[in-house]
């Protein structure tokens, strides 16, 4: 009697295969989306140090690769400030003159704006969905001005 009752709480309190692959796959797609703009960073800095601009930003970060072993709100607020200083010394250096130039900072409310961000598996992939795309119109008029400059087609080649 007891192991029928310990077989049917095993199988009711125990996640699905399925429910824990979906976790798992989420995790991941995270996990990309984060690194992705991570490479990207790397790659709009390797791109301004082509046209000479090497100097740290002015609030001395020095674009050091991100650290994997962080969690991914960290890695991501992160991100926000490099963007904001990789953009004004790509646009103040006239790296690029472009539309995002003109823009305010980069402050979106997950950063910024809500005491309390949603980090539930769905908030984090929004969050690295919203710092990828504002990470992509930087890095592709930096490396297309790098790979004009350096004439390496694939200079800022992702996958």
Known sequence: MIWKVFAV???TLTPTAAAMADGVQSE????ILIGRTEVMH???ARGLALFGVTRTSPDGEQFLPADPNRNQYSRLTDAVVRYNNLRDLAC???VISHPLCFEQHFMP????????PDTSPDGMRRMA???QNQTVPLWT???ERAQARSGDKDFCAIE
């Open 42 to 44: 790397d790659q709009t």
């Open 109 to 116: 409310l997950w950063y910024a704006g809500r005491a309390r």
């Open 92 to 94: 103040g250096s006239r």
């Open 141 to 143: 008029a930096v490396c």
């Open 9 to 11: 709480l095993a199988l």
């Open 28 to 31: 991941i797609d995270i996990e």
């Open 129 to 131: 969905e919203d710092m």
